[in-house]
T-cell receptor, first 118, second 113 residues
Framework: AQKITQTQPGMFVQEKEAVTLDCTYD???????LFWYKQPSSGEMIFLIY??????QNATEGRYSLNFQKARKSANLVISASQLGDSAMYFCAMREGGYGGSQGNLIFGKGTKLSVKP | GAVVSQHPSWVICKSGTSVKIECRSLDFQATTMFWYRQFPKQSLMLMAT?????????EQGVEKDKFLINHASLTLSTLTVTSAHPEDSSFYIC?????????FGEGSWLTVV
């Protein structure tokens, strides 16, 4: 079974609108971390946001927020007020082990390609 | 600013030669670094975990004699692709853990001709 599932291969959003990128995860470890990365066409992986499994509140970083629903094992990324520069691949990832996923390697989903329309 | 630096960004080498890619953690010590490979339009595939002062741990199916990893210091890990062949052409990217977050280098595009 896949550990990280991103069901949207591609998404379109109008500039200035909000968009939600879906991510579900599967783990039996009570301690883990969830991450979102942005990968533009240049290839670099840009860290966006982190959510620890013990965090009570949803993580937010500027225009990015993570809708963490632990019982549903989902960690959707919400981008508010989309910009043209947001067009990129977005990867959801999980890290198991250590407190809040502080150890071990990242397990990635297959990614979602977001295209922002002017 | 960048937290992890990777060099070179682009490299073209002849088939049969070796190429070295460096990954440096900037302003912090990384006892563990990770090396990934990414094929076009696919996700990142973990190749190996690099541990400072000890041998790397390779994922199943990754040839350790072909992809040599050395983590000689707390800020530097290197990946050497030995006797490169065209099928080794790919995007290679490293990462390092700082607190709860894993940061990535800029990645290296390798083309073997």
């Amino acid at each position: 079974a896949q550990k990280i599932t991103q069901t949207q291969p591609g998404m379109f959003v109008q500039e200035k609108e909000a968009v939600t990128l879906d991510c579900t995860y599967d783990t039996s470890d009570p301690s883990y971390g969830l991450f979102w990365y942005k990968q533009p066409s240049s290839g670099e992986m840009i860290f966006l946001i982190y959510q620890g499994s013990y965090d009570q509140q949803n993580a937010t970083e500027g225009r990015y927020s993570l809708n963490f629903q632990k019982a549903r094992k989902s960690a959707n990324l919400v981008i508010s007020a989309s910009q043209l520069g947001d067009s990129a691949m977005y990867f959801c990832a999980m890290r198991e082990g250590g407190y809040g996923g502080s150890q071990g390697n990242l397990i990635f989903g297959k990614g979602t390609k977001l295209s922002v329309k002017p | 600013g960048a937290v992890v630096s990777q060099h070179p960004s682009w490299v073209i080498c002849k088939s049969g030669t070796s190429v070295k890619i460096e990954c440096r953690s900037l302003d912090f010590q990384a006892t563990t670094m990770f090396w990934y490979r990414q094929f076009p339009k696919q996700s990142l595939m973990l190749m190996a975990t690099s541990n400072e002062g000890s041998k790397a741990t390779y994922e199943q199916g990754v040839e350790k004699d072909k992809f040599l990893i050395n983590h000689a210091s707390l800020t530097l890990s290197t990946l050497t692709v030995t006797s490169a062949h065209p099928e080794d052409s790919s995007f290679y990217i490293c990462s390092a853990s700082r607190f709860y977050t894993i940061y990535f280098g800029e990645g290296s595009w390798l083309t073997v001709v």
